[in-house]
T-cell receptor, first 111, second 113 residues
């Protein structure tokens, strides 16, 4: 099955700086890559997703890039704010509707 | 927020007892999923359903069973709970087209003593 690895496991950034989280996947048939944000004690919430026919997608301060050849994708958060502090999960899926998640990255934004 | 309700939200029970968790949706979505979340493992798929009475196993299905008798309800049962099944359980739903985004419920915190 699909194996998704996520790095780093923890990330501390100064407010206003950028944060980058990287994920690799094993199944070359994977074609859908969502990112979820989970605040403490809350549900995971979808923040952005990308499909394999697109190399980059941006939504305000958040962007995701995909390199299908290398089988990795990344989340970029610019101008970080305290409310960006959370656990972020990447995931990958083929057309079978099943998501395989990375282990998560705990992001702390220092004021 | 997606119309997903999980019940109960918290439960403490003893080893060997049966436990049933319920996920109820008001979105009329075809796909429903059960995940467990443990530190260091992210979210792992237990079982999922692609229609009424249509279910399949995920990566950590041992010790769990599911049922879906109505579009809106997806039940997860632990026939004989073990301490290793202490976890936070999330239900998710998605639409009928390929790789529609999955949206999660608020979770059930289950402790097995």
């Amino acid at each position: 099955g699909e194996n998704v690895e996520q790095h780093p496991s923890t990330l501390s950034v100064q407010e206003g700086d950028s944060a980058v989280i990287k994920c690799t996947y094993s199944d070359s048939a994977s074609n859908y890559f969502p990112w979820y944000k989970q605040e403490l004690g809350k549900r995971p919430q979808l923040i952005i997703d990308i499909r394999s026919n697109v190399g980059e997608k941006k939504d305000q301060r958040i962007a995701v890039t995909l390199n299908k050849t290398a089988k990795h994708f990344s989340l970029h958060i610019t101008e970080t704010q305290p409310e960006d502090s959370a656990v972020y999960f990447c995931a990958a899926s083929t057309n079978d509707y099943k998501l395989s998640f990375g282990a998560g990255t705990t992001v702390t934004v220092r004021a | 927020d997606a119309g997903i309700t999980q019940s109960p939200r918290h439960k403490v029970t003893e080893t060997g007892t049966p436990v049933t968790l319920r996920c109820h949706q008001t979105e009329n979505h075809r796909y429903m999923y059960w995940y467990r979340q443990d530190p260091g493992h992210g979210l792992r798929l237990i079982h999922y359903s692609y229609g009424v009475k249509d279910t399949d196993k995920g990566e950590v299905s041992d010790g769990y069973s599911v049922s879906r008798s109505k579009t809106e309800d997806f039940l997860l049962t632990l026939e004989s709970a073990t301490s290793s099944q202490t976890s936070v359980y999330f239900c998710a739903i998605s639409g009928h087209r390929d790789n529609q985004p999955q949206h999660f419920g608020d979770g059930t915190r289950l402790s097995i003593l």
